[in-house]
């Protein structure tokens, strides 16, 4: 682990609040980190957390981090969770949260090659498996980066950067990906963010599949609550606040099943969520404690008796 700062768990209390833990319950930490969620649901009662991370690192840590018995920890994506939940018997559970991301231990450490601020390896894998970023950036054609550069990083000059990029050839660290970005779109120093942030960004979420990790993940929630069972998720950025908004939305009949100019035989299958609360944003407070914690945000759900939407098992 590295001397930063440990992660800061993010909307904390209100994750809390939004679970609505009754002491005894079984909830899944889809995204343990740095256990800071877990630790919150076993303090507030939970009888059981089985915390999920994609990321071998964080799970190995674990137990030194969250020292506690009540804690099950699976090295997993979390939209595999309804099938791992099922192989050890603890279908369906009172809760899920998800904090989705990368945290800060894994920012904080260089050789993970997630940090435009730290020199490392261009790796930038959370599952420490398949591609890394070296590979996609020295052998993906110009449009292909370009296209993601645009998409997940909402990079207004994608082209550019691709083309950059390209002429750069063959990149191995993070520095140099960053002084390429910097350059190709005129960085000044002391200007206000850097560059850089939506490039690293983007590669991030296109090597782990973030958003499609996302979409996977909330319909094998949906596979895993019970009647009543909360659903928490704590977002970074509108890319995936977009998916969770739609995704609820549906759910809750709210569109387009629920629509009022369908006809009730079109209207599609019944409600599988509840939204009891709107969308929260960090307080002031949280702010001062966190810059981080800048642009999250938390919708949380609860399940209906109707069945999942799609029963079908993630691949
Ligand atoms: C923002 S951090 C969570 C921090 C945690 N809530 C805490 O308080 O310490 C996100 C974590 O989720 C993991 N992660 C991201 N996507 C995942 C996925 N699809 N399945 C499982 N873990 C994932 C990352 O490896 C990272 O450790």
Do not use: C
């Not at 700062?5 to 939004?18: K, Q, R, S, T, Y």
């Not at 009540?70 to 939209?79: A, C, G, K, Q, Y």
């Not at 599949?209 to 928490?232: K, M």
């Amino acid at each position: 682990m590295s001397n930063d700062a440990p992660h800061i768990p993010v909307l904390i209390n209100e994750v809390v609040v939004g679970l609505a833990v009754v002491p005894g319950e079984t909830l899944v930490d889809g995204t343990f980190g740095a256990g800071g969620y877990t630790k919150a649901l076993l303090g507030a009662g939970a009888g059981r957390v089985i915390g999920f991370d994609r990321d071998p690192d964080a799970i190995a840590n674990g137990p030194s981090l969250v020292p506690d018995p009540r804690l099950t920890l699976v090295n997993e994506r979390f939209s595999q969770m309804d099938r791992a939940l099922a192989d050890r018997g603890l279908l369906p559970v009172d809760g899920i949260a998800l904090d989705i991301g990368v945290s800060s231990m894994q920012l904080d450490q260089a050789d993970r090659g997630f940090s435009f601020q730290k020199d490392g390896p261009l790796d930038m894998r959370m599952s420490q498996s398949g591609e890394t970023a070296a590979d996609f950036l020295n052998h993906a054609e110009e449009g292909d980066i370009a296209r993601v550069l645009k998409e997940y990083g909402e990079e207004p000059r994608a082209r550019a950067v691709a083309r950059a990029i390209v002429a750069a050839r063959p990149l191995t660290r993070t520095a140099e990906l960053a002084a390429v970005v910097r350059r190709a779109l005129g960085y000044r120093q002391g200007q206000k963010s850097d560059p850089a942030t939506r490039t690293f960004q983007a590669i991030r979420i296109h090597l782990n599949a973030e958003l499609e990790e996302l979409e996977q993940g909330l319909r094998a929630a949906e596979r895993s609550l019970r009647p009543g069972g909360r659903l928490a998720v704590v977002t970074f950025h509108s890319l995936e606040d977009r998916i969770v908004k739609r995704f609820l939305k549906a759910r809750s009949g709210a569109t387009p099943a629920g629509s009022r100019h369908r006809p009730l035989a079109a209207a599609g299958p019944a409600p599988s969520f509840e939204q009891v609360a709107k969308p929260v944003s960090p307080s002031e407070a949280e702010l001062a404690r966190n810059p981080r914690a800048r642009s999250a945000r938390l919708r949380t759900a609860v399940r209906t008796d109707a069945p999942a939407w799609d029963q079908e098992k993630a691949a």
